[in-house]
């Protein structure tokens, strides 16, 4: 027995015993892939070292948040400088201001915001004022995109769920049919289905929500002028598009992807992970018109005893600076693209259906011969081939999602070198792969 697997797997022993499937969230299982779930003791750069002491290059990166690699110093002195200042005051503090400014001023249409502290409570936040702005209950979403764990999102989504496989109405039970109902689910990038069911049902519309490049069933962009559609779709229907960014804000650019890449413009926005700077810190934001709706200035009920709290603004807010300062996107994107082409090249060569979906430093590793370009493609992925594929890394020293349907991040702290060390042990993995068969 492997001494090192056998110390990772004493401590999942006894998550397992407290904690429901050993774990605080399903994505860090290991039941897309099989095996001990890894259990970390910290982190450094783009490093964590596991339970067994063992050192593993993380591309999981808190699914994203750790856009600047694990323990920053910058970000660690910023963090103890507000701890020893105090940690929440359930008051408006001076930093919150300080961080809604900013982020209105970087994302453009943004003029008001609200802090959360997760994605979830940012989208949930997000539909029931949509609702409420215009009294309307029906909303749009999009077939593998997942929004968080509220009940009106939890239909036909993707990340965990779709991992899961659970299928029905809703994607989890404990949802009622009758929320399940008013939730409707499109398949993302097809315009068609879109125009089809607005024709019919527009006027009955609260919202559009989409991740403008889906993240959640692996990497998915938009086609071109799916995302201008939805805009137009649902400003002739009276109807709010909400982008959820929670996955592609400040990702690959200092905004948001809506205004990066698609130039469109949505009315909320819904930001998390980046902009949290690895603590629990989360946002949605649009028009002053709709974001005055929220109490208490509106009728539209929002609240949150830490929403905002300064150790967490403080992470953010020294994120956003030094993403600024240190402009690491191309960078991000070079050493992302060095190994999207690696991995490709190499499964090429060895007639093995896998390709990288890559946009600037998030990719997927997807087990299929065809593009995926949405949810159905996407299930055609062969995830026996994919638990094979991470196990094979997973051995040569790199964690990747452990899951098919999830992106992979490549951090300020990924250099070169760690591409090339991705790319070897791809190959290797490959080879082994072909050795078994
Ligand atoms: C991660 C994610 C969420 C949920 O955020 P949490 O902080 O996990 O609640 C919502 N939407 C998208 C697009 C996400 O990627």
């Not at 750069?45 to 596991?50: C, S, W």
Request: with cysteine.
């Amino acid at each position: 027995m492997d001494i090192a697997k056998d110390g990772n797997a004493a401590w999942f022993e006894r998550a397992k015993r407290v904690a429901p499937g050993g774990v605080n969230s399903p994505v860090r299982a290991f039941n897309g892939v099989g095996g001990t779930p890894l259990v970390v003791q910290g982190g450094e750069g783009a490093r964590v070292r596991a339970a067994d002491g063992r050192l593993l290059t993380d591309y999981c990166c808190s699914w994203g948040a750790m856009i600047l690699g694990h323990a920053n110093p910058e970000i660690v002195a910023a963090i103890s400088e507000q701890a020893a200042k105090g940690t929440t005051f359930g008051i408006v503090t001076e930093s919150e201001v300080v961080f809604a400014e900013r982020l209105c001023s970087l994302v453009p249409g943004m003029e008001k915001v609200r802090a959360v502290n997760s994605g979830t409570e940012a989208v949930m936040s997000a539909v029931r004022l949509a609702r409420g702005v215009t009294g309307r209950d029906l909303v749009v979403k999009f077939d593998g995109c997942y929004h968080g764990h509220s009940d009106s999102m939890l239909v036909k989504s993707g990340s965990g769920v779709l991992t899961a496989g659970i299928s029905g109405a809703a994607s989890s039970a404990g949802v009622p049919a009758d929320f399940a109902r008013l939730t409707v689910s499109l398949p993302y990038n097809d315009i068609t289905a879109a125009q089809t069911f607005f024709a019919s049902n527009g006027k009955a519309v609260a919202a559009v929500i989409v991740e403008p490049a889906a993240g959640n069933m692996g990497l998915v962009p938009p086609k071109p002028g799916f995302l201008a559609e939805l805009r137009s779709l649902t400003q002739a229907a009276g109807a709010l598009l909400i982008c959820d960014e929670v996955i592609d804000g400040f990702r690959f650019g200092l905004s948001t992807y809506s205004a990066l890449v698609a130039q469109v413009e949505p009315d909320l926005v819904t930001l998390g992970k980046v902009i949290g700077g690895g603590l629990p810190l989360a946002a949605v934001g649009g028009r002053a018109v709709f974001m005055d709706r929220f109490a208490p200035d509106g009728p539209v009920y929002q609240a949150g005893t830490l929403a905002g709290n300064p150790l967490a603004v403080a992470a953010g807010l020294k994120t956003l600076e030094m993403l600024e300062r240190d402009n690491p996107y191309r960078a991000m994107a070079d050493v992302c693209a060095a190994l999207a082409d690696g991995v490709n090249g190499s499964a090429r060569q060895r007639g093995v259906p896998v390709r990288a979906a890559r946009f600037g430093g998030v990719f997927t590793l997807f087990c299929s011969a065809d593009p995926v370009t949405d949810l159905a493609t996407a299930q055609r992925c062969d995830t026996r081939l994919y638990a094979r594929i991470f196990h094979g890394l997973y051995d040569r020293g790199i964690y990747i999602a452990p899951s098919q349907f999830e992106c992979n991040f490549v951090s300020a702290a990924h250099t070169a070198d760690d591409a090339e060390r991705f790319v070897a042990a791809f190959d290797g993995t490959l080879a082994s792969l072909r050795r078994q068969a």
